[in-house]
T-cell receptor, first 115, second 111 residues
């Protein structure tokens, strides 16, 4: 009963380094998304995917790349880390297309610090 | 676009006090509405949801009613406990599975 699994939970990066946050779900959900959480700003959508091979930008996509080669996995790549990307990152999945009655499930979060 | 406005925090209450956290929204169509809770150092947990007007979501003593006429989804609990101390997020699920969050409200309950 894994749900949404995110790794790593904690990471410290140096400015300019690249890294990938992994996200996997075992619920066969079509929709997956990445959010970042910053103090006083709630959660903001970075990128999302409506199915394998399809991705789109959210509210704050700059500095991040995503791909969706399988239904299960939706990795988030930081191309050249900057201190402004210090944040908590959440992956989410849902089988909803915006229909009522469905719920978004979140991973446990990844705490990223860029120094 | 969609938006969620949440009561600003932090909110500090004594144990057994009544809690209300206000949430209003702007959206097209008929969104689903959610309250999520985040305990210190943890991820988000779904607290309750409502999918259509006049629905009442409830869980662990918390309640919220989907009010389309006032575009609101206020969270209430009759008697809070110390263990309810957390950050609470109101959220709206619109088209394309995009969740829009409020800014979060920090609740601290003192014994």
């Amino acid at each position: 009963n894994a749900g949404v699994t995110q790794t790593p939970k904690f990471q410290v990066l140096k400015t300019g380094q690249s890294m990938t946050l992994q996200c996997a779900q075992d619920m066969n959900h079509e929709y997956m998304s990445w959010y970042r959480q910053d103090p006083g700003m709630g959660l903001r959508l970075i990128h999302y995917s409506v199915g394998a091979g399809i991705t789109d930008q959210g509210e704050v996509p700059n500095g991040y790349n995503v791909s969706r080669s399988t239904t299960e996995d939706f990795p988030l790549r930081l191309l050249s880390a900057a201190p402004s990307q210090t944040s908590v990152y959440f992956c989410a999945s849902t089988n909803s297309g915006g229909k009522t009655g469905n719920t978004i499930y979140f991973g446990e979060g990844s705490w990223l610090t860029v120094v | 676009g969609n938006s969620v406005t949440q009561m600003e925090g932090p909110v500090t209450l004594s144990e057994e006090a009544f809690l209300t956290i206000n949430c209003t929204y702007t959206a097209t169509g008929y969104p689903s509405l959610f309250w999520y809770v985040q305990y210190p150092g943890e991820g988000l947990q779904l607290l309750l949801k409502a999918t259509k007007a006049d629905d009442k979501g409830s869980n662990k003593g918390f309640e919220a009613t989907y009010r389309k006429e006032t575009t609101s989804f206020h969270l209430e609990k009759g008697s809070v406990q110390v263990s309810d101390s957390a950050v609470y997020f109101c959220a709206l699920l619109g088209s394309g599975s995009r969740l829009t969050f409020g800014e979060g409200t920090q609740l601290t309950v003192n014994p």
